[in-house]
Structure formats: C-alpha cells, structure tokens
C-alpha cells in the first residue's frame, strides 16, 4: 500500500524587525481542542496519485484558510515524513494574509464517541503568525525541518 501524501504551502513573511515569520494553522475538532506544543501544521492535505502535488498544495491552503494563497514563487522545501509515516511536500511562499479573514472548510464527525450524533468540525480551527523559535516549538515534530529548510535558504541568500 503507498504511502499517504498530503501537500501545503508555509506561507512567510517579515516582521518590522525584517524577521521571518511563518503563517501556521491549529487542527480543528474535539481531539485537539487541548494540544498546542507540537501540534500546529503548515496548512496542507492529502492529494491522488498523478495529482499535481503543488496545485494540491494551493487548493488545500484555500480549503482551509478560505482564501487563494498569495501570487508569489514558491520554494521547494521538499518532503518530510511524520511519525505516521505520511509523507509531507511543502513549498514556501513570501505573502501576508490577514487571519482576522480566514474561515475554514468542515468534517465530520460522530461526537461524541460511540453515541450515533455527527457533529461538524472546522478543519483548522484558528490560523497564526508566528516567530521562528515559537514555528520550532508549535509545529508537528517532522515539519520543524521546513521551518529549518526556509531559514537556511533565506539566510543563505538563495532566496
């Protein structure tokens, strides 16, 4: 069985300071509701098989932030895995978006458990700018080394 692959966009930014910042999304639904530290994503989703995996990429970061990701020359940051071995491609773009505006996509979900009702939940459920050093401690575990992949090319001047 192939691997599950999800696609996404690390939006970033520079603050007045000119320090990145890096646009992070918080899952929505019951089971996160409690989670902060290591939780937080890039906003991104699971594509097909001869899907174009950036085009997947910028339909998933509307489907969840509920507006068209900014114009701009995306950076490949490559694939990481996650600890549930699904395989992350990440591209970053140099943007701002206001997440007063954003308002995400819905699922799902019988809630709570094992009692027959479905409840919907949004996808994400709040958007944030964050610093570098607060990215590191936010993210998922695996997608800390997109965070460090986009520092390193930005700083490097290759950007």
Request: hydrophobic share 35%; glycine share 8%; charged share 30%.
């Amino acid at each position: 069985m192939p691997a599950r692959r999800s696609a996404g966009l690390l939006l970033f930014r520079r603050s007045r300071r000119r320090e990145i910042e890096v646009l992070l999304v918080h899952p929505g639904g019951p089971f996160w509701v409690r989670r902060d530290e290591h939780a937080w994503s890039i906003p991104k989703g699971e594509y097909e098989e001869g899907e174009d995996a950036l085009c997947a990429a910028a339909r998933e970061f509307e489907e969840e932030l509920g507006c068209e990701p900014p114009r701009g020359q995306p950076i490949d940051l490559g694939t990481v895995v996650q600890s549930n071995g699904k395989h992350v491609r990440a591209w970053a773009i140099e943007g701002d978006l206001d997440i007063a505006r954003v308002a995400s996509n819905t699922f799902e979900l019988e809630w709570p458990p094992r009692s027959g009702r479905r409840e919907s939940f949004p996808e994400i459920d709040r958007a944030e700018w964050f610093d570098l050093p607060t990215a590191r401690s936010k993210l998922n575990n695996a997608q800390v080394a997109l965070v460090e992949r986009l520092a390193e090319l930005v700083s490097s001047g290759s950007r």
